[in-house]
C-alpha cells in the first residue's frame, strides 16, 4: 500500500505578510536626510525630532494608532523641527522622495500570481492629505490590509498579528511575514508565522524567493 505524500505547492506558504516602509520602500533615511537639507535643517532632524525628542516621539505614537490624524501630527512636529518649517503637508513632503522597493514588489507581484494570499502589515503614519501606500503604488496588490492608525494599535502589539491572520483566514504556520525591524518579528513567530528580516532588499527577496517559490522580476 502507497500513502500520498504532500507535493511542494501543499507545503508551500499561502499568505505572505510585508511590512511597508523600509520593506516596500527602500531605506527612507538617505530621503529623509536629504529633505532636511533641503529645509535648512540639520541632516538628522527627521530622526531626531520623531525618535529621540520625547513629544516627538509621543506625538509619532499617538500618529500610528489614530489617536491623532496626519495634519495635525504635521502642525505640532513642524514646531518642533523649527519655527520657520511649514507644517503643510509635512509628512508627504518628507516622504516624498522615499523610492518603491521594486524588487520587494515584484516579489509580492510574483506571489499573488502563485494564488498566494497577500496581507499588508504596517505601522501608519498617517494616510491624510499624504497617503504613502497611494504613492508608493502598492495599495491595490494587497488582498488584505491592516493599517495601525485604523485598528487602532501597532506592531510588535500581539493583537494586531492575529488580526491579520484572522483576515487572511490562514493559520500563523502557513504564512511568512517580512518587516525591517527586528522587535517586531517575535510576536509573529510566536504565531508560527516564519518570518524573515528585512534589513536589506536583495537579501529579503532572495530569502522569501526561496520560501515561497517564486521568482521576483521587476517591470520596467
Known sequence: MTYPTDSADDRRPKGLILDFAGVLTADPRPAHRAWCTAEGLAPEAWRATLNDHPEGRRLYAALEVGEIGQSEWNTATAA?????????????????????????????????????????????????????????????????????????????????????????????????????????????ATLGITTVLAADENTAVAELEELLGVSAVPTA
Open 80 to 188: 518642533l523641527l523649527g519655527a520657520a518649517v511649514d507644517p503643510t503637508n509635512l509628512m508627504g513632503r518628507a516622504w516624498s522622495g522615499v523610492p518603491t522597493a521594486r524588487r520587494m514588489v515584484a516579489l509580492a507581484e510574483a506571489a499573488r500570481t502563485a494564488g498566494i494570499r497577500l496581507a499588508l502589515l504596517s505601522n501608519s503614519f498617517g494616510t491624510d492629505p499624504h497617503n504613502p501606500y497611494v504613492h508608493a503604488g502598492i495599495w491595490d496588490l494587497f488582498d488584505v490590509h491592516v493599517i495601525s492608525e485604523v485598528v487602532g494599535m501597532a506592531k510588535p502589539d500581539p493583537a494586531i498579528y492575529r488580526l491579520t491572520l484572522d483576515r487572511l483566514g490562514l493559520a500563523g504556520e502557513e504564512c511568512v511575514f517580512a518587516d525591517d525591524h527586528p522587535v517586531n518579528l517575535p510576536p509573529a
